[in-house]
């Protein structure tokens, strides 16, 4: 299985209550046009209080923040945007008493995203709540933490480089930390918890609960030898990894 490098940004400051200013932010940080997107699914007739959904479904467009004149934009999907519309308009007690129409249309009493935003780059990028999954491709996980292994001036090089591509992205979303874990194995297990706050992500991460599914003698095994390094050390030249160790997770602090 091909195992890419998985990032995830801390502590953004984007105004994510806002769909709009969110956008109108990353249009500026990102130097992008941007069109900001909602899904259209459910379909509500007040007469007869009736719902139904679109089996396919599609986007409506709410805005579009221009930065120039270019013809390419990324569009940001706003999660959850035309059932908050229905609640606030029409009220889940009465949506609660409408005849649906379809199956699909009773997810509206349900319905709930833990990620608030999801951005069509050439990459994915999904925005929570104090968190971003920043998915931005620099290597395949093995050679990434391989070159943390290398002691020579070429690997330095390239370390420098990814760090600058994904600090980059943190700053785009205003994050303050970056954790970098392969994107399957840990990566699949944060993935789920990344609507935590940044601090409760970050003690999860440090106090390892992502080993759970392992057995007793896996875990006493991966906590001897499996490393959390910081990024930051192995630039300066102040990390040494011995052969039966590997890393496992890296941890970042976003440079001004």
């Given at each position: 299985?091909?195992v890419d490098v998985?990032?995830?940004?801390?502590?953004?400051?984007?105004?994510?209550?806002?769909?709009?200013?969110?956008?109108?932010?990353?249009s500026?940080?990102?130097?992008?046009?941007?069109?900001?997107l909602?899904?259209?699914?459910?379909?509500?007739?007040?007469?007869?209080?009736s719902?139904?959904?679109?089996?396919?479904?599609?986007?409506?467009?709410?805005a579009?923040?221009?930065?120039?004149?270019s013809?390419y934009?990324?569009?940001?999907?706003?999660?959850g945007y035309?059932?908050?519309?229905?609640?606030?308009?029409?009220?889940?007690?009465?949506?609660?008493?409408?005849?649906?129409?379809?199956?699909?249309?009773?997810?509206?009493?349900?319905?709930?995203?833990?990620?608030l935003y999801?951005?069509s780059?050439?990459?994915?990028v999904?925005i929570?709540?104090?968190?971003v999954?920043?998915w931005?491709y620099?290597?395949?996980w093995?050679?990434?933490?391989?070159a943390?292994?290398?002691?020579?001036?070429?690997?330095l090089k390239w370390?420098?480089?990814?760090?600058?591509e994904?600090?980059?992205?943190?700053?785009?979303?205003?994050?303050?930390?970056?954790?970098?874990?392969?994107?399957?194995?840990?990566?699949?297990?944060?993935r789920y918890?990344?609507?935590?706050?940044?601090?409760e992500?970050?003690?999860?991460?440090?106090e390892?609960?992502y080993?759970?599914?392992m057995?007793?003698?896996?875990k006493?095994?991966?906590?001897?030898?499996?490393?959390?390094?910081?990024?930051?050390?192995?630039?300066n030249?102040?990390?040494?990894?011995?052969?039966?160790?590997?890393v496992?997770?890296v941890?970042?602090?976003v440079?001004?």
């Amino acid at each position: 299985m091909s195992v890419d490098v998985m990032q995830i940004g801390l502590r953004h400051d984007l105004p994510v209550h806002d769909p709009f200013a969110t956008a109108e932010v990353c249009s500026k940080r990102l130097k992008s046009n941007i069109k900001l997107l909602a899904e259209d699914f459910y379909r509500y007739d007040e007469k007869i209080n009736s719902l139904g959904s679109l089996e396919d479904h599609d986007f409506v467009e709410l805005a579009f923040f221009r930065y120039d004149d270019s013809e390419y934009y990324s569009s940001i999907i706003v999660k959850g945007y035309q059932r908050r519309q229905l609640l606030e308009t029409v009220g889940m007690e009465k949506l609660k008493t409408a005849n649906f129409l379809d199956e699909r249309a009773k997810r509206i009493l349900e319905e709930e995203y833990d990620n608030l935003y999801e951005f069509s780059l050439d990459y994915g990028v999904e925005i929570y709540q104090e968190n971003v999954d920043l998915w931005i491709y620099v290597s395949k996980w093995f050679s990434f933490y391989e070159a943390f292994c290398k002691q020579d001036k070429q690997w330095l090089k390239w370390l420098r480089k990814c760090r600058k591509e994904i600090q980059n992205m943190a700053k785009a979303f205003g994050c303050k930390e970056i954790i970098i874990c392969p994107d399957t194995g840990i990566g699949e297990d944060l993935r789920y918890k990344m609507d935590m706050s940044s601090d409760e992500l970050l003690s999860y991460v440090k106090e390892r609960r992502y080993l759970n599914w392992m057995t007793d003698d896996e875990k006493e095994e991966h906590r001897k030898y499996a490393r959390h390094i910081n990024y930051g050390d192995y630039v300066n030249g102040g990390l040494h990894l011995e052969d039966n160790e590997w890393v496992d997770i890296v941890f970042d602090k976003v440079e001004e």
